[in-house]
């Protein structure tokens, strides 16, 4: 009995030595098997979210940067979109098959998002395509004011001149407001 006893005592002294480092080490891997899907999906969702923004963003500093141009004075910008912006996610792919390697019965391919600390590892960012473009400006009546507006939008955009409208801003007659 006392043997077996001696033998308990020894690894117990190496446990009491080391229980700090077991403890911590013990932490570490706790943390590592923390959930992190739920943050990863809310990423995602927020995506669609943020193209919308996007837009407007534009729209509001291509009206800043064309109502700097001389001529133009006040400008609304309106862009329709022929795709949106997309976000490419790296993913961890699997594939799983059953049988002979040659021909197998079935297989099974699964992937899903890499994520990090930050969330969800973004490989490539696709940026939207626009169908049209259509600026209301005060000097829309104005051949050359219409020209640089058109070269202007058509350098931001990509969109060539016949996809982009430039018209002038309608004048509010003396004594009538657009308010009731």
């Keep these: 009995m006392a043997k077996e006893h001696q033998k308990l005592k ?65 400008v609304d910008v309106m862009l329709t979109l022929q795709s949106g912006g997309e976000l490419v996610l790296a993913q961890d792919s699997s ?24 969330g969800v590892v973004v490989t490539q960012e696709v940026y939207p395509q626009y169908r049209g473009a259509l600026v209301v400006c005060e000097g829309g009546g104005n051949d050359a004011v219409r020209l640089q507006v058109i070269a202007a939008v058509s350098a931001l955009t990509g969109l060539g001149s016949d996809r982009i409208a430039v018209v002038k801003w309608q004048d509010t007659p003396a004594g009538i407001s657009g308010q009731e």
């Excluded at 979210?49 to 729209?59: I, P």
């Excluded at 059953?98 to 930050?118: A, F, H, I, L």
Aim: charged share 25%.
């Design 10 to 74: 020894a690894p117990l002294a190496v446990l009491n030595k080391y229980k700090y480092v077991l403890l911590v080490a013990a932490l570490g891997a706790l943390l590592l098997l923390w959930p992190t899907e739920k943050k990863a999906a809310e990423t995602t969702e927020d995506a669609p979210a943020a193209a919308g923004l996007d837009l407007e963003k534009t729209e509001k500093a291509m009206e800043e940067i064309l109502g700097k141009i001389g001529g133009v004075g006040k």
């Design 95 to 118: 594939l799983r098959y059953s049988g002979n390697v040659q021909s197998p019965d079935s297989y099974e391919r699964s992937s899903q998002p890499v994520t990090d600390s930050g």
